[in-house]
Nanobody, 129 residues
Framework: HVQLVESGGGSVQAGQSLALSCVASGFAYSSYCKAWFRQVPGKAREGVATMDGYGQTVYTAPSVKGRFTLVKDKDKNVLYLQMTALNPEDTAMYYC???????????????????????WGQGTQVTVS
C-alpha cells in the first residue's frame, strides 16, 4: 500500500524556519521521483521542488530558490523540505508527491515539474505571519 505522510507544518513568524517531513512506505521510494508542491485556496497548485531517483534536486521554484532545500535521508524513506527565511507568501498547504518518472532514452527518468505525479500525501499547513 503506497503511502506518503507529511508532517512539520505550523505557524511561524516571518523570517523563521521550518522543516517539513514526508515519510513514504509501501514502495521503492528512493528510486522514485520525489516532489513538494504547495497550494493556497483559490489558486493553482505550485511546484516547489523536485528530486530524481539519484537524490539530485531537479527543480526548485524561483520563488523559493536560496531559501528552501530538499534533503533525502539516505537510510530512511524520508524526504525533508528545509525552509528558511519564510515570508507570508509561503503560507500554503504543502504536499509531498512521488512517481516512478518517465524513462529517458539514454537512461534515468524524467522527474521534472511537468511530471504527472500519481502518489500524494494528505498535506501539512504552513502559515507565516
Amino acid at each position: 500500500h503506497v503511502q506518503l505522510v507529511e508532517s512539520g507544518g505550523g505557524s511561524v513568524q516571518a523570517g523563521q524556519s521550518l522543516a517539513l517531513s514526508c515519510v513514504a512506505s509501501g514502495f521503492a521510494y528512493s528510486s522514485y521521483c520525489k516532489a513538494w508542491f504547495r497550494q493556497v485556496p483559490g489558486k493553482a497548485r505550485e511546484g516547489v521542488a523536485t528530486m530524481d531517483g539519484y537524490g539530485q534536486t531537479v527543480y526548485t521554484a524561483p520563488s523559493v530558490k536560496g531559501r528552501f532545500t530538499l534533503v533525502k535521508d539516505k537510510d530512511k524513506n524520508v524526504l525533508y523540505l528545509q525552509m528558511t527565511a519564510l515570508n507570508p507568501e509561503d503560507t500554503a498547504m504543502y504536499y509531498c508527491a512521488a512517481d516512478p518518472g518517465i524513462p529517458l532514452q539514454h537512461g534515468g527518468r524524467f522527474c521534472g515539474l511537468s511530471l504527472r505525479y500519481n502518489n500524494w500525501g494528505q498535506g501539512t499547513q504552513v502559515t507565516v505571519s
